[in-house]
């Protein structure tokens, strides 16, 4: 059984900082690439950020150059530093993990239950 557990969202006044965390737990052969995407109320979900298991990342135009995605393979857990906040930015967090559970087979996608990021003053 496969687990993704995030942490760190919160409410923030615009122009602060928050990071998020998200932990992948459980049994499983290989961890390949993880990401966050957010879905603010009335809206479709959107990727914000992924990063391959060899550290490449990729972010969504209007997170780009305030949000920076980083992982550390040792402790199978994916971070997203964001920065000058916005109250667009407003939504809950979802953590995303391509794992495959055991040696041949296909990998899948793995979801965290979300953290609610509020941007508000």
């Known amino acids: 059984q496969v687990h993704l557990v995030e942490a760190g969202g919160g409410l923030v006044q615009p122009g602060g900082s928050l990071r998020l965390s998200c932990a992948a737990s459980?049994?499983?052969?290989?961890?390949?690439?993880m990401g966050w995407y957010r879905q603010a109320p009335g809206k479709q979900r959107e990727l914000v950020a992924t990063i391959t298991s060899s550290s490449s990342s990729n972010y969504a135009d209007s997170v780009k150059d305030r949000f920076t995605i980083s992982r550390d393979n040792a402790k199978n857990t994916v971070y997203l530093q964001m920065n000058s906040l916005k109250p667009e930015d407003t939504a809950v967090y979802h953590c995303c993990a391509t794992i495959a559970t055991a040696w041949g087979t296909w990998p899948n996608d793995y979801w965290g239950q979300g953290t609610q990021v509020t941007v508000s003053s």
């Open positions: 459980g049994s499983f052969f290989r961890l390949d690439a």
